[in-house]
């Protein structure tokens, strides 16, 4: 048995999201889109915005599951936006302690929706699993958003898919 009481699932990237789940029976605690600001021009994350949620879940036993980025991206830009955002989130879990699991997208993806979905499946078939664990949660990122944001519903599922599989 885990003495992890939170897991925070990270799914990297300025469309992202951040999910805390129970390390015990994996209740949805809280998620939130990415925070991100504007860096010359550019939107990157916001670490401060992350430690700033983090902080909430302190003092308790807490382990960061992060997806990685990917080894290949539709742009160049993409690919650097995604290590930016992967690299500052993990100097703030080394810098304030925290045990980290990096997980890779096939990885987790396989395992909570299955193998070889038709494209742009992936996000039809999370919503519905992720609604199915947790059937309370709206997975809007405000008050005024009308659709399920996928950086937050993926943020769940890989913060399930460490509790369920690698504890």
């Not at 990237?13 to 390390?23: E, H, K, N, R, T």
């Not at 992060?66 to 080394?94: D, T, V, Y």
Request: aromatic residues 8%; contains cysteine.
């Amino acid at each position: 048995m885990s003495d992890i009481q939170v897991i925070i699932g990270v799914d990297n990237g300025i469309s992202g999201g951040l999910c805390a789940i129970s390390g015990f029976h994996g209740l949805l605690l809280d998620s939130i889109a990415m925070p991100i600001e504007e860096t010359n021009g550019k939107s990157e994350v916001c670490v401060r915005g992350v430690l700033h949620w983090l902080d909430q879940f302190s003092p308790l036993s807490t382990l960061i599951a992060i997806e990685e980025p990917l080894k290949h991206a539709k742009s160049s830009q993409a690919m650097r936006s995604m290590s930016i955002s992967f690299g500052k989130i993990l100097g703030l879990c080394e810098t304030v302690k925290y045990p980290v699991y990096r997980v890779q997208v096939k990885e987790w993806q396989d395992i909570q929706l299955g193998k070889c979905l038709a494209k742009g499946q992936t996000k039809v078939k999370a919503l519905a699993i992720a609604n199915n664990l947790w059937p309370d949660e709206n997975w809007l990122a405000t008050s005024r958003s009308r659709t399920p944001h996928d950086g937050m519903i993926d943020a769940a599922l890989i913060a399930h898919y460490y509790l369920n599989y690698k504890v």
